[in-house]
């Protein structure tokens, strides 16, 4: 006769699931789930609107489609003639004024998926799942698996964040870099092992060759070391030659910049009027770029961990605040983006100390109740989020591809938007792009402007001097210089260029309404041009002048 089943007790079923699912295999579920709904958000709406984010998105999206087509070419012969007849064409480069990295990931994304807005933001997401995935590891390795999700979801789904998980912008890229290189540095602080020090240095080089604003890493590895008391893992000789080996990379990068850019300390510096609340500003934007609910919470989080945590994980995420605070204070030139970089430090107080098995059981029911509670909003309003947009340039770009080359002089808000389209649409490579014909501005105004032209007789000199034989201009954009005046004057009323295509621009951002892009081409024929085409170039230490026989074909 068959013995009886034995009564499985209590305890046995949380046991087999701890053995069917241990701590690590877990961690890499949640992970992965965590990855999956963030996708999932980043990819709602992906294909709306254009380049606009700062302006500095058009650069970054130009720039690397200028990679992609070195990439393609291999000019190793002549790469600076290269360079400097490919701005001639398509006036619209980064790489004087940024490291490298993010724009030969971006150009290989170009090169593989094609140049469009969807491949940019897709090298974007990227960046971000990549960062998150860290992230989670992170704090993980400082808590345990769940905490690491739900610190993961709020992270990605903070306003600041979701902004820019969501733009051609450096910032995301280089949060990113930091967030796996602190990981590492986190790692190598507690268990000293080599493979984790060989890691962190190349993460570290990662973000250097991204922004230089990853110069808060070394201020928050000194602070960790100093409060930890653990100087033995860089005071050898094998710490001090992975740092030789890191300088050597990133050193060059950053004299080579310096050695190029006339301009790069006036744009560091930026500008007296940056420096309003010097102490205070990025105290005064943290409520709008966290959301009052996640900084409530991590002012209450890091208040709880004031009294029961583990005294190493508050000092490294404190240290994380103070190194970004003390940094980005101290740089002049100030803008609230750069609190990106910090924002991890705050998802970790907003949720670490409320799950921690530190705290006595009702408060950590009531803590997760509201830590969910404010990740179940922020997680719809990403859900709902629209970037902030504009689009029309991509049509006009395709309607001028489509005609017979030349020289296009334009005069708009955004002509790094439309000069990316019109290298991706035009791969021959018929058009020159002339934004720099009638004003050059050094980056934004304030830091230096020089006028080409002051009324109608000097827009028409050039004009007709550069055998210009199309024209794009925006309509009811803000002018600020009379040559912009002049040559709609010119256009209006001499009857020297005819309209062929008027686009209204669409956009959801204020001041933006009423807004379009009409397209002329001149009435009469136009001879190519000869001569020489000088562009005044402020970033550099010297202008570039190519005939203007060299610009067209490839």
Same mark, same amino acid.
């Given at each position: 006769?068959?013995?009886?089943? #034995? ?33 999932? &958000? ?36 002549? #790469? ?13 480069? %980064? ?10 990931? !971006? ?40 905490? *690491? ?6 992270? *990605? ?104 850019? $006339? ?37 209450? %989080? ?12 508050? =000092? ?22 750069? =609190? ?25 029911? *009531?803590?997760?109740?509201?830590? *969910? ?18 689009? @029309?340039?991509? /049509? ?7 005609? /017979?080359? @030349?020289?296009?002089? &334009? ?12 290298? $991706? ?7 020159? =792009? ?11 105004? /304030? ?12 827009? !028409?000199? =050039?004009?007709?001097?550069? @055998? ?35 686009? #209204? ?15 002329? /081409? ?5 001879? #190519?041009?000869? %001569? ?23």
């Amino acid at each position: 006769m068959p013995s009886p089943a #034995p009564i499985q007790s209590p305890t046995e079923s949380p046991q087999r699931f701890d053995t069917a699912f241990p701590p690590a295999r877990r961690g890499f579920l949640l992970m992965v789930l965590c990855l999956a709904l963030v996708t999932g &958000v980043l990819l709602r709406g992906i294909r709306k609107g254009e380049f606009s984010e700062n302006v500095d998105e058009t650069v970054h999206a130009a720039t690397g489609l200028y990679v992609a087509s070195f990439l393609h070419d291999l000019p190793l012969r002549h #790469p600076v003639q290269y360079t400097y007849r490919y701005y001639a064409q398509y006036p619209s480069l %980064g790489i004087v004024m940024y490291p490298p990295l993010f724009y030969l990931v !971006e150009g290989v994304a170009f090169l593989v998926l094609g140049a469009s807005v969807l491949t940019a933001r897709l090298t974007i997401m990227f960046f971000a799942l990549f960062g998150l995935a860290f992230w989670f590891k992170l704090v993980e390795e400082l808590e345990d698996e769940y905490t *690491a999700a739900l610190s993961t979801l709020l992270l *990605a789904f903070l306003p600041a964040v979701l902004r820019y998980e969501k733009s051609v912008m450096l910032d995301l890229p280089l949060m990113a870099s930091c967030i796996a290189a602190s990981y590492f540095w986190v790692v190598y602080l507690r268990r000293g092992t080599r493979r984790s020090l060989y890691w962190f240095a190349a993460f570290l080089c990662m973000a250097f060759l991204t922004k230089h604003h990853a110069i808060y890493l070394l201020v928050w590895c000194l602070l960790t070391l100093t409060a930890l008391g653990k100087w033995d893992r860089v005071l050898n000789w094998r710490a001090v030659g992975v740092a030789a080996v890191c300088f050597l990379v990133v050193a060059p990068v950053y004299f080579l910049q310096i050695l190029m850019n $006339a301009s790069l300390s006036v744009n560091v510096k930026g500008t007296s009027a940056d420096s309003t609340m010097q102490w205070g500003y990025y105290w005064s934007v943290l409520p709008e770029l966290l959301g009052w609910g996640a900084l409530t919470l991590s002012v209450l %989080g890091i208040l709880m961990c004031m009294r029961r945590s583990k005294r190493e994980n508050v =000092i490294i995420m404190l240290s994380w605040i103070v190194s970004c605070y003390i940094i980005f204070t101290l740089i002049h030139h100030k803008e609230a983006r750069y =609190i990106l970089y910090w924002v991890p430090a705050f998802a970790y107080f907003a949720v670490a100390p409320f799950t921690g098995k530190t705290q006595g059981r009702a408060i950590r029911i *009531a803590g997760i109740a509201a830590v *969910a509670v404010v990740l179940a909003f922020y997680t719809a309003r990403g859900w709902n989020y629209q970037r902030r947009y504009v689009s @029309g340039y991509a /049509e006009v770009a395709q309607r001028l591809a489509h005609m /017979e080359g @030349g020289l296009v002089l &334009v005069d708009m808000d955004l002509p790094g938007n439309f000069t990316f389209f019109m290298r $991706a649409f035009d791969p021959a490579r018929r058009f020159v =792009i002339l934004r720099k014909a009638l004003y050059e501005v050094r980056t934004i105004r /304030e830091w230096g402007v020089t006028e080409f032209a002051h009324n109608q007789s000097d827009v !028409e000199q =050039i004009l007709k001097a550069d @055998g210009v034989r199309y024209i794009v201009v925006e309509k009811n954009m803000p002018l600020h210089f009379a040559s912009q005046t002049a040559l709609r004057d010119v256009l209006d009323h001499t009857g020297q260029y005819k309209v062929l295509e008027t686009v #209204p621009i669409e956009s959801n951002m204020g001041g933006w309404e009423g807004r379009s892009l009409i397209l002329y /081409e001149s009435e009469a024929p136009v001879a #190519p041009p000869k %001569g020489i085409l000088h562009i005044k170039m402020p970033t550099l230490r010297h202008d570039i002048d190519l005939p203007f026989g060299q610009l067209t074909g490839k």
